[in-house]
C-alpha cells in the first residue's frame, strides 16, 4: 500500500544511498565525475518527487523544510545548465545527513 511510510522509506532508500556514496566525495572529485552528478542529482529528484507524496497531515507534523526540498527539484530538472555544483555538493554532503535525522525521528 502507498501511504506515508511507503514514501518515507523510498526517501530513506535514496538518502542512505547519497550518505553512503557522499561519504569520501571531496568536492573536486564531485565537479569533474559529471556521471556521478548525474546520478546524486536524481537521488534529490526522487527525494522530491517522493515528498510530494505524503499527505499534508504528515508534512505538517515535521520539521523537514519540504519547500525547501521542492525548489532544489525545481532548479536542478528546470535549469539544469545553471545548477550551482557548489550548492548541490553542500547539500548531499551536510543537509542529506540532516534531513535522515529529521525524518528518522
Known sequence: MK???????????DINYIIEKM?????DDFIIDTIFQDAMMFRLIQISENAKLLSDE??????????TIQGLRNRIVHDYGHVDLKIVYDTLKDDIPSLKEMIAC
Do not use: G
Open 23 to 27: 561519504l569520501d566525495k571531496e568536492y
Open 3 to 13: 501511504n506515508d511510510a511507503y514514501y518515507i522509506e523510498k526517501i530513506l532508500d
Open 58 to 67: 504528515y508534512k505538517i507534523s515535521t520539521d523537514v523544510p519540504w519547500t
